[in-house]
Structure formats: C-alpha cells, structure tokens
C-alpha cells in the first residue's frame, strides 16, 4: 500500500520541496498551512504519515503546532507525527514525543534525514499492519495463538505439518525446547480436527507424582486408595471423543508407560480398583523438550511406546532459529501486555531496542520474549516506543546495538553521521529479514532497487 505523507507548513517553499522529494520515494503527499485545513486533509486521505511544523497560524508560536499534534493524535491514534521544530522549540517537540509523536527535527531538516525518519515511520506501519493483520485472522480461529505467528521457513515447515496432520487421528508428538509454544500448537491443531467442539484436556506429566498421575488420568474407584471417597472418571473419560494433551510426557514413569500403550493401541483404560476396562474414543497428543530417542536407548522410555506417540512429529524451531520473526513476535508480545499496564499508549519498539533483542540467544524462547516485553512496557512508563534503556540489563548486555565500523568517528560530519545511521538501519533490516531484500526495502520504505543502490553505496552484500 503506497502510505500517504500529509506536509503541514505554513511556508509553501517548505511544502513544495518536500512534495517533490517525498513523491520520488514513492509517497504520496497531501499538504496543509494551517490547522483547519490539515485536519480536513487528515480526514479525506487517511494519511498515516504527518510531517508538522510546529510554527503555525494564526500566532505562529510553536504551541500552535503542539496543540494540532495532540487532535492529530487524538483522532487517529496510529499515525506516525514526525514534530518539525527550531532549537527553541526542543523541550516542547521532547513532550510531544512523551504523548506519542514518533519522532522530531530540528531546523534546517536536512532531506535525506527526513527520509530516513519518514521510511522508518512507514516500516513501523508495514510492521504494525502485519500484526494486526496476523492476529486477527488467528485469533477469530484459535483465540490466543502468539506460538502461531511467523514467516521464517522452520516454523512454516512446523506449522503446514501440523495444519496437515489435524484432520487425521493419528497421534502426534511435538518437540522443541521449552517455552517454543508445544501447548498452542496442540491446541491449534484440535482446533482444526474434527473433534474441535469437544473437549481439549491438557496434563504436565512431569508436574504430577506417579501414583497421583495414574488416577489423575485413568480414574479411580471409590476405596481404591486412603483418599479415594468417592469415584473419579479420569481424564481420558473427560476427553473422550476429543483431545487429550500430554505435555512432558518423556517424565512419565515405566509402569504408566505400559498403561498408556494399552489406550494407544486398543482405546482401553482401566480405571485404578476397578474390575473391568472401559472403553474411550480420544486423541493423543504428546509433547517433551527430551530426545527420546536417547532414553529409548537407555531403555528410560519404551521403544513400543515412542513408535505409538510418534505417529507424527512436529519439531519446533528455538527463537534463535526465527530471527526473522523476533519484530513481529515482539511487538505482538507488546501489544498483548497493554491488557496489563492501564493506560498504556499504542507502542513501538526503536530499532536501537530491536537491534538488542536481535543479538540475544532467548533460551526462554517465546515464553522469555513475552516477559521482556511486559517489562520493557512497565519500564517505559507511558511513552510510546521501548528504548534500549527499558530492556533487562542482561538485553542491554547482550551484544553491540550495531555492527562493527557502524558508528561514525568522533567530529564526524553530519553527512558521514547520517551515513552511519543509514547503513546501521539497513543491515539491522538485511538481519532481521534474513538477508531477504524485498522483505528488508518494505521495512525501511524503499522500493528494492532504492535498496539495492543503497546497499552499493554503503558497500553491504
């Protein structure tokens, strides 16, 4: 989608110098002198992109400006309002940022800076869009998916299987470190099956002692134990007809092992102190963080047993693995953690904070990530983008915000300096997307022979 970049300058100079310059980049551009008139343009293009010079009619002071951002903002709070102001006007352009403009320049702007501010502002909306997009397409399917969310080729091979393999009633195994989302994708995968409008039960094996695992999932007899006063039907009864989840499941016990081969291959269970067997329909779905192929070999878990659970295996990649996804795993995870925080505005993540969380290994995986976007949110304190200084020490720790030979010398110029931050961006881009520069030119804004140039002058592969 081309974005819309509405210019608000009483100076027609200004406007019509940066027409041009931004219409080259392929914007386009609706313009405005004054406030009345840049609310009515607001309105009749849906423009999302606001440059604005806070020296405004009628009085031409810069509170002019300030108050037309806040209604700006007000009435669509999504957009991206870069706040032009002179050097007097820095504390004030400071506070608009506070109140969620994106971003602000000083006096003179120089062109390719605007730019610069301008594409990121548009690959924060390609970013926004895209979430907003994904969520709501999983979540009027699944409910709560974020385990769903992704492009990068492990997690499609992951999930196309899983896609696959719910229509059937074969049993499936799902492997992956902790915290890689083996619970949402067994749901995801009963909710696409056939038994979606019976019941999902899920069960830590490992959470559980042996004996009180045995009765948890098989039932008991009243008087089959000191505690047992009264019958209890057992998990596989409660899930019968639908799925039943065992996550851990390589921390089940050798004797329980043997009972749950007998479900697997004739849809028995005998319930703890009973005399007869009874008979379920169920789906078993398995889950572990441990090589069982190992511990078959240490004869820990029955070979018998494996080949059952493994009718199908659905191997989850580590956070890691997906880099390519961080950003859009993050601030989906960010905007979740809004439902947490009152009052917390619509916020991003600047791509010195993006480039910290790139660098780490996430061992938590998606469970760690969605716990370091609830702090950054906290930290943050209202404002409207996660710095690097709102991240846990050990992010902000985690490796250099950008690559070697990045950082323009000291008394560099402000053309090398804005070199510097232009090729700190598009390698930041070239990684998260994997080297993919069709996907890195629509995160910062530029057509991919833009990119493409670009690259050649900075000298990037």
Known sequence: MTETVLLIDDDPGFRDAYRELLALEGYAVAEAGAAPKALSELRRTSARLVVLDLMLPPTGRAEEGAALADRLLAERPAAKVIVVSGAGETPLALRLVERGAYDFLAKPVDPDVLLSVVARAAARLALEDRVAELERSLAAREGDASAMLGQSPAFLEARTLCERAAPTDVPVLITGDSGTGKEVFARYLHARSRRKD?????????????????????????????????????????????????????????????????????????????????????????????????????RTFRDDLYWRVRGIEIA?????????????????????????????????????????LEACDWPGNLRELRHEMQRALVMAGGRGEILEEDLSPARRGSGPAAPAGDEPAEGATLEEKIAALERREIAAALRATQGNRSQAAARLGLSRQGLLNKMDRHGLK
Not at 206 to 222: D, M, V, W
Not at 239 to 247: I, K, P, S, V
Request: proline share 7%; charged share 20%; glycine share 8%.
């Open 198 to 298: 019976k019941a999902f039960i899920a069960v830590n094996c490992g959470a559980l002692a042996p004996t009180l695992l045995e009765s948890t999932l098989f039932g008991h007899r009243k008087g089959a134990f000191t505690s047992a006063i009264k019958d209890a039907p057992g998990l596989f009864v409660e899930a019968d007809g639908g799925t039943l989840f065992l996550d851990e499941i390589g921390d089940m016990e050798p004797a329980l092992q043997v009972k749950l081969l007998r479900v697997l291959e004739t849809g028995e269970i005998l319930p703890v102190g009973a005399a007869r067997p009874l008979t379920v329909d169920v789906r078993v779905v398995s889950a572990t963080h441990r090589a069982l192929e190992s511990m078959v070999a240490d």
């Open 316 to 356: 989850l990649p580590r956070l890691a693995d997906r880099v390519g996804d961080l950003p859009l795993l993050a601030q989906h995870f960010l905007n979740l953690s809004r439902a947490l925080v009152p009052r917390s505005p619509a916020t991003a993540i600047s791509p010195g904070a993006m480039r910290r």
